[in-house]
């Protein structure tokens, strides 16, 4: 590529502290700085140190800026992100977050030649700072636009319409197509917890109204309607920016001893027999919610892998009662409960799974369907899961596990009908096809690569 025509840009990279945002800003940061480009990547010293190591070709282009987080009230000390947290304390993280406003302007007095700032949903203080600096605002969201476009303008965000819990479970008037995106009663109460005294909203609201270019994290391929739709209502470019599926590379890497054994162990299964289970990398469900779970799991007879994380250290109940007593005995000729991390990418393209029970992490089904593999959609926790959820189903590539809209119970029975709909049913065959032919959108290294240039673009333009 020939660099003499065009300028080099140095550009901040700030992404909230979760590792569902550190990540895919982390992949942005490398495309970019393949591109030519000098990246600071601002984070704090744990997040960092949880990055993949960078290839020897850009370590000169990526520099990282560590900032330390202040300790506040209520954060226990040595956490650094959403992960590490239950919900109900991720406000005190927020508010951590907030103070590193002074670090933040430390760093860009001493690197005057930073231009551009592409920055996460939280730090509403940023504007008048880069305004200050001369510096333009790119602001990268990581939910895909039909949870963009259902959170509706920055008026809809300061109240508009919506007042009630109850408006927030109705389809809004702005997304003029047919859709099912909304909430059920049940996800905007359990949202409400990790709400800081500076609402999500609010936050949301000051950095779309004060930035130059809104990304997201999605094609024209997949939801054409709901990126007309942000179009419209910010009237300002709205630039996807493709899917960032995880490289084939992190597959085939000759892996731990872990995988070794786990390989083995699904190599004895038949081809699509098996499901995985992986709740994401932050939900902590009630234990009798868990428990409700494995029965449905084991009721449903097939084959399975199950990756259970341990609790955060805050949190006081014990890791050892999430699975009921005497759950693994029963299922050890069929199932695997594996406690902790798990090579989730690894798992998901062998050839014996055949369907994921996901908490609908936008990351987790970009992954799944990028592999061609149906969702069984049991969407838990905040943020934006169950408009994933029903964007998934209503795109017929996944089944969402009925529950009650008001308090989110649910039972085994059903859990297990929807794993052997998708799984093994004839009527399921539709939902299987339909994931298959994802693959092709979701799993296409080209098509995400082609995005990433017009987001390059639209950033050496500005």
Request: hydrophobic fraction near 40%; charge should be neutral.
């Amino acid at each position: 590529m020939d660099f003499s025509t065009k300028k080099q840009l140095h550009i901040a990279v700030f992404p909230w502290l979760a590792y569902g945002h550190i990540a895919p800003f982390f992949q942005v940061s490398r495309f970019l700085a393949q591109k030519g480009h000098r990246i600071y990547y601002v984070s704090t010293p744990k997040n960092i140190s949880r990055l993949p190591k960078l290839p020897p070709n850009l370590s000169s282009d990526i520099t990282f800026i560590p900032l330390s987080l202040p300790q506040v009230d209520g954060l226990p000390p040595g956490v650094e992100s959403t992960s590490e947290l239950p919900i109900h304390k991720v406000p005190f993280l927020k508010k951590a977050h907030d103070k590193l406003e002074t670090q933040f302007v430390e760093f860009l007095k001493s690197s005057p030649q930073v231009k551009l700032i592409i920055h996460d949903f939280c730090p509403y203080w940023l504007p008048p700072i880069a305004t200050q600096f001369g510096i333009g605002l790119v602001f990268f969201s990581i939910f895909n636009a039909s949870s963009n476009a259902f959170l509706g303008s920055p008026s809809d965000m300061l109240g508009g319409s919506r007042r009630s819990p109850e408006d927030f479970t109705v389809v809004p008037k702005w997304m003029d197509y047919p859709n099912n995106i909304a909430f059920k009663l049940h996800e905007i109460s359990s949202h409400r917890e990790c709400e800081d005294t500076i609402t999500d909203s609010e936050r949301c609201r000051t950095m779309l109204l004060n930035c130059k270019i809104i990304a997201v994290r999605t094609c024209y391929e997949f939801e054409p309607e709901a990126l007309r739709v942000l179009s419209r209502i910010h009237q300002k470019p709205i630039v996807p920016l493709g899917l960032l599926p995880p490289s084939l590379s992190s597959i085939q890497d000759k892996g731990d001893e872990n995988w070794e054994a786990l390989k083995k162990w699904l190599d004895t299964k038949q081809e699509k027999s098996t499901f995985y289970v992986a709740l994401g990398s932050e939900v902590n469900l009630r234990v009798e919610l868990m428990h409700e779970l494995a029965y449905g799991i084991e009721k449903s007879e097939l084959p399975f892998i199950w990756v259970v994380r341990k609790p955060p250290l805050v949190e006081q109940q014990s890791a050892d009662n999430i699975i009921p007593p005497g759950f693994e005995e029963r299922v050890s000729n069929r199932g695997l409960v594996l406690r902790g991390w798990a090579p989730q990418l690894k798992i998901l393209a062998h050839s014996s799974i055949g369907g994921f029970l996901t908490h609908c992490g936008w990351s987790s089904v970009i992954e799944s369907l990028g592999l061609g593999k149906p969702l069984i959609l049991f969407p838990v926790g905040s943020s934006d899961l169950g408009l994933v959820a029903r964007l998934m189903h209503g795109k017929k590539v996944g089944l969402e596990i009925e529950r009650n809209d008001i308090d989110g119970s649910f039972t085994s029975d059903l859990v297990a009908k929807s794993i052997k709909r998708v799984m093994v049913d004839s009527e399921g065959e539709q939902l299987r096809t339909n994931a298959r032919t994802m693959k092709d959108i979701f799993g296409n290294m080209e098509l995400s690569n082609k995005y990433l240039n017009e987001f390059t673009r639209a950033l050496e333009i500005i």
